[in-house]
């Protein structure tokens, strides 16, 4: 062994060598690079050789060099990968929280690329010269929207909630009804914010039921506020009750000290229910109907960049864009270009430029079509692969409207080669990874998340994973 190590030849000596000059050209490093990861590759294996567990070249032999290389090759590939990368959602779910939640329109991106590629007036009024302030980008579109008499717009709703409770109620009491003590992704939980924000919590009802008088019966001289959770994802169903947005708000105004503030979580500028989808609280009805505030989120119903906004009564909003937590939780320009083009298209009545709205809208002969000339290009491509157009379910995701489900048509495709999960696996693995779903022992492709452009991708990742197989 101590041979063998003898043996390794010094880095200098390997930053000589052809290999390592073709190295730099064929991964386009620099000299400075190159070497890092030469270095790491030949520790590696002096490691391996110390270990007993070096099964490659012997360092005398002429491909130990080679060995060195395609290991630094790999490293390269591990170190220097993005690590965010674009993937198909070919599962059905539209607001997929692991996958991002909404997919972004043309314009919006090509707003956001002609905004941020370029020197931009976010603090800055062109018209007079003087500085200005990044919240006036996107209110004047939140306040046409909502009816809200002022907004602003924060890192996520779980900031907005937080920032919220911590301007107006710290080291006061809040009423929330037991029924709406959430929990959201990631085991956040809204009495947890609350604790966290120093407002003190005070649960009225009980889970299942909750009335007028629970609210009444809490409210003294140390109430700051009445707080409505929107329970965006779950649903209780049989014996319940809960109160009104405009029962709670005719309550608040009784008292002079007290706000009436609604977290609506999704925030719908939609109304879905028009279409027969749900029945999610539209923004803007639930202003009118007396709350004093209320926040929402900007990637989920909205289907826009990830965001909180808060909107509502302009001596609130105001005193909330003073304190020192609007600053820590401000967004970026990427931010309030991709939302502030995206609440345009609202106002223009374009919401089919809005994926997240045109995908949970689209009709089930739409996705038919759609899926009969995916199958028919794959068919004349690839005959290899089985497919099936099957009735099915989408769903909205992102958590909201949990007991929404969307009639759709899917594609189940089968290789006799491989099991349903192996399959699977390899979509998701491929490049661009395609994420399936399995479902009673079908491997399920739901083209309602994918676009027309991305056809021939898939199709491209089917020929590959099949020439592998009868390779």
Known sequence: MKNQLRQIPPIHELQRTVEFNRFISSQNLSFEIAADLVKESV???????????????????????????????????????????????????????????????????????????????????????????????????????TGAEAAMVVNNNAAAVFLILTSLAKNKEVIVSR??????????????????????????????????????????????????????????????????????????????????????????????????????????????????????????LLGGPQAGIIAGRKEIVDSLKKHQLARVLRVDKMTLAALEMTLLHYLKKEEHKIPAIYDITRSKDDILQQSLSLMAQLKQKNSSFQLEIVEGKSRVGGGTMPEVELDTYLISIFHNRLTNHELHEQLRLSEPSIITRIQQERLLIDLRTVSIGEHEEILEVLDTIHEELVR
């Open 43 to 145: 520790a590696h294996i002096r490691t391996h050789i110390q270990q007993e567990i070096w099964d490659g070249p012997l360092p005398e032999s002429d491909l130990f060099i080679h060995a060195v290389i395609t290991l630094a090759t790999y490293l390269k590939k591990e170190k220097l990968s993005l690590s965010l990368l674009r993937v198909i959602n070919a599962s059905g779910t539209i607001l997929h929280t692991n996958l991002g939640r909404a997919r972004l329109g043309q314009e919006t991106i090509e707003h956001m690329c002609k905004v941020t590629s370029s020197y931009n007036n976010l603090e800055y009024e062109v018209q007079n010269g003087k500085r200005g302030s990044r919240h006036a980008h996107a209110e004047k579109f939140i306040r046409e929207l």
């Open 179 to 300: 029924g709406e003590l959430v929990e959201i992704g990631g085991s956040f939980r809204i009495s947890s914010i609350m604790e966290e924000s120093g407002a003190k919590l005070v649960e009225v009802g009980t889970t299942n039921k909750t009335h007028l008088q629970d609210y009444q019966r809490c409210i003294d001289e140390e109430t700051a506020m009445i707080m409505k959770v929107h329970q965006s994802n779950f649903v209780m169903k049989g014996f319940t009750s809960s109160v009104d947005t405009e029962v709670l708000a005719e309550l608040t105004n009784e008292y002079d000290q007290v706000i009436f503030y609604e977290d609506l979580g999704s925030g719908s500028l939609f109304d879905f229910s028009n279409q027969g989808i749900g029945n999610e609280p539209v923004v803007r009805k639930v202003i009118e109907q007396g709350a004093d505030l209320v926040s929402f989120s900007g990637d989920k």
